[in-house]
């Protein structure tokens, strides 16, 4: 029964094509307010940062909720590929951050994965494309002899 009540709790209420509130159980006939995966009345919590009430256009970040304001005063890395906040995991070269899947070969675009990647300039690219454009890396500081 528990796990009925929690399945019809998150689901659109049939009949009118609505969320249900996680917190009060009652149809959101408005915007909804979306917190850890569960749809809710916006007037059900306040911001973090300043106490004020929320919208439905609140943003999540650390598990806290903030009103637009305050979410953008937070120190948010930005995706040096997209330019749009990284809200989950991140890379970090080439002295800037990555969403995982922006951070690509500077020649195929094919994404790294957690593969090795070589740096010359300001790029980095796959071992393949590496050796074709600068010639075979150093095996101890994986430069080209080029960039010496």
């Not at 922006?102 to 070589?118: D, I, L, N, Q, S």
């Not at 454009?133 to 960039?147: E, N, Q, R, V």
Request: aromatic share 12%; hydrophobic share 30%.
């Amino acid at each position: 029964k528990q796990w009925y009540q929690r399945r019809v709790r998150g689901a659109r209420a049939e009949a009118d094509s609505k969320y249900l509130c996680a917190q009060c159980n009652h149809i959101i006939d408005t915007e909804h307010l979306t917190f850890k995966g569960e749809p809710y009345h916006p007037h059900h919590f306040d911001c973090f940062d300043c106490h004020r009430p929320l919208t439905h256009r609140a943003k999540e970040l650390h598990a806290h909720l903030f009103c637009h304001s305050c979410y953008d005063t937070k120190e948010i890395s930005v995706c040096a590929a997209c330019k749009k906040p990284i809200e989950g995991r991140a890379v970090s070269a080439l002295e800037k951050k990555w969403h995982p899947e922006h951070f690509v070969c500077g020649h195929c675009e094919r994404p790294f994965a957690g593969e090795r990647f070589y740096e010359h300039g300001t790029m980095a690219y796959c071992e393949l494309h590496y050796r074709k454009l600068f010639g075979d890396p150093c095996f101890y500081c994986c430069k080209s002899a080029a960039d010496e």
